[in-house]
């Protein structure tokens, strides 16, 4: 656990895939082969964004509020903190049962395994905004968002891009068998919160983090503002950022991917990385890469 893996340079343009410009619509010529949605398997995934509608029957308790609400932030910290962060970047140090955990609380988003989310997420960086990119909005943008998931292409985990974690059994088992955590999760809504605490405290919230983690993704690299000159279409944006726990400060975060931190500047709010902080005094989070100062100091001054 000592070597700080390269996800990639961070920089699209050096893998000899090609940038394409950025369009709004899906361009049938950059689309790679056998890049379908499959109509069938996706039924499943649209019928769930409505059953938060049984609200109307179950009512809304506040206990399941709370839920949704906890929930959601818990959940976005183990995605953005543990998946992307660490499984993803290795921007910091954890033993082994703590991986172990922050893993499981990933799965309980429904957003398939650590290994699976992560190898994905480096293939991006390494192929950012080329015809490469698995999810780049020069595609489109709702392919961008969430097409490139129900696509059977990508249901596959790269273990060879993930090599580092494929090691450890528990959580190449975990990757295999990620419903556990997400069942875990629901189990638990309904036996605290009750039909509405499944409701709302768990479908909800895990519909709402879906499409907030998604954002970045697809708008994170439409809009905002670009305080470095990359290769690729990343943007910095407040908005996704306090939505996210602090991902929004994408462009920063594409400059210098090998960092904890994605907002670079003390105003840039990131609250993933105050978390990461504060397990650092506690002793759990250890070795936080840092953001060179002569890398932040290239950003453009802000008119
Ligand atoms: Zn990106
Ligand atoms: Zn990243």
Redesign the pocket.
């Known amino acids: 656990m000592s070597v700080i893996v390269d996800p990639g340079s961070g920089v699209a343009g050096d893998n000899g895939a090609t940038p394409v410009a950025l369009s709004t619509s899906r361009d049938p010529s950059t689309w790679a082969p056998n890049e379908h949605i499959n109509k069938r398997s996706s039924i499943p995934f649209i019928l769930l964004h409505f059953l938060p509608l049984l609200a109307f029957v179950t009512g809304v308790t506040w206990t399941a509020v709370w839920l949704a609400v906890g929930l959601y932030f818990l959940r976005m910290l183990a995605i953005t903190g543990g998946y992307?962060r660490y499984f993803?970047?290795r921007s910091y140090r954890l033993k082994r049962v703590p991986q172990f955990l922050l893993a499981f609380i990933g799965t309980t988003a429904a957003q398939k395994g650590p290994l699976w989310w992560a190898a994905h997420?480096r293939a991006?960086?390494k192929y950012a905004d080329t015809e490469r990119d698995i999810h780049s909005p020069i595609r489109g943008f709702w392919w961008s968002h969430v097409g490139w998931i129900l696509c059977d292409k990508y249901n596959k985990t790269d273990s060879d891009a993930i090599k580092d974690f494929t090691k450890y059994p528990e959580l190449v088992w975990l990757d295999k068998h990620d419903w556990v955590g997400t069942w875990t999760a629901g189990v638990l809504c309904f036996l605290i919160g009750g039909w509405s605490g499944l409701v709302i405290g768990f479908f909800l919230s895990t519909i709402v983090l879906w499409h907030a983690t998604f954002t970045v993704n697809s708008l994170a690299h439409v809009f905002g503002r670009r305080a470095y000159d990359t290769p690729d279409t990343s943007r910095n944006s407040l908005l996704v950022a306090l939505i996210t726990s602090g991902e929004g400060w994408h462009n920063n975060?594409h400059r210098y991917?090998w960092a904890a931190r994605q907002g670079f500047r003390w105003y840039q709010i990131d609250v993933t990385y105050y978390v990461l902080r504060l397990f650092g005094l506690l002793g759990v989070v250890r070795d936080i890469r840092p953001v060179p100062a002569t890398v932040r100091d290239e950003a453009r001054p802000q008119r």
């Open positions: 992307h993803s970047h997420h991006h960086h975060h991917p």
